[in-house]
């Protein structure tokens, strides 16, 4: 595993981390064990960086970090957020009583004193215009509930405008083989100004494992069977905003790319990994056999030249018309 640093934190963060979504809920049907061998194992391969949040199975994501804690003595970070605790995504939501309950239920989740990094989970698009919630962030940093903080977005504009704030240290944004807008003016902002990048939905909610097809079934609770369309949250949550029958398309022609002995999935980590504003990905797994192959990305050689045009070419053509002027 090789490390980055995360924004002005001096954090060495493994390039590619953990995401915790899926083992808190909205992704089918978790068993704890399982998720928290799952956990294991990404300490066990390096990881020291995982990301959470305080509705992600209303707190049993940040409960089984706690508990990751409890058994283990290595020193790791973790990432949470807040914000979608909100009935409806107001500006006027993000008020100090609201945030500050949010944080101190994070802290009892995490059985900690301070979370490492809180971020705005996406929230309204007017919160990047209210500079008193980014001093609420301040205020709670200065009385030692946080060590640091970012935000989360749906668009590159929102991130544009939030790392205008000077203690903005992350902007966790969507960005794979299917989302490469960041790449463009945003990457080159937050390089500028030492922010952080944290890579989320990596996979395309697994699709870019190669390893869904058009039988693939998925439980009433999953995502990727309740919001294919933006039915409950941002569609470009669920297989990066895709269509579904395009997204398989593109998916067998990426299979072909893929190096020898290097997976799909890792192939499209390793992309991830040949742009050096990105501080890490945070690939979402529910067991240890998917966060080993996942990690192995990091040990892979770059990509060559001729794979990266390719990769590049197949965006242009196949995706980049469905999606990239929608965030
Ligand atoms: N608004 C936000 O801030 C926000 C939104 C989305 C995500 N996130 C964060 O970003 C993280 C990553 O995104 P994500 O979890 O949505 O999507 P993802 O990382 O693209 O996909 C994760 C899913 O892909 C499958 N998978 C993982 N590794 C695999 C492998 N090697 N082979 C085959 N399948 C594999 C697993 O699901 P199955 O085994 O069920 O297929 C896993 O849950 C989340 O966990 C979360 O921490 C944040």
New binding site residues.
Partial sequence: MKYRTLGRTGWKISEISF????IGGA??NVDDAESLAALHAALDGGVNFF???DVYGDGRSERLLARLKRERREKFYIAT?AGRRLPQQTPEGYSRKNLTAWIERSLKNLDTDAIDLLQL??PHPDVFYRPEVFGILDDLVQAGKLRHYGV?VEKVEEALKAIEYPKVQSV?IIFNIFRQRPADLFFREAQRRKVGILA???????ML?G?ISRTSHFARDDHRHFNRHGEAFDRG?TFAGVDFDVALAAVEELKKLAPRKTTL?QMALRWILEFPAVTCS?????RPD?VR??LAASDLPPLSQATLKKIHALYENRIKPLVHQYW
């Fill in positions: 995401g915790a979504w899926a992704w089918g990301d959470t949040a957020k989970h996406c989360s966790q989320r939905v990596p996979l395309a909610s697994g494992s390893k949550e999935a945070i690939p979402g797994a529910k998917q192959e996942n």
